[in-house]
């Protein structure tokens, strides 16, 4: 089973990714543009990084033309100030 994490090299994604690999027997993919936000020393060496935009993916770069993906998780949380009156 494989799961594709997006956002995977932020502190919400990372967490989970983490999470993941403790309590879930699977493949992990983790789609990252490493932005601001995201680091890759966050996610263990042996988990797969595509250093990618969402939005510019191919099929082939997550394998999703072979069907064996689980689950898509989302951790790509931006964050904005906002101002409180």
Known sequence: MR???TGGCGFIGSSFVN???KNVECEIVVIDKLTYAGNAFRIPADIQL?????CDIELNDIGLCRGDIRSVARGDLKAYKRSVK
């Open 50 to 54: 595509i250093k990618k935009d969402i």
């Open 19 to 21: 999470y993941l690999r």
């Open 3 to 5: 799961i594709i994490v």
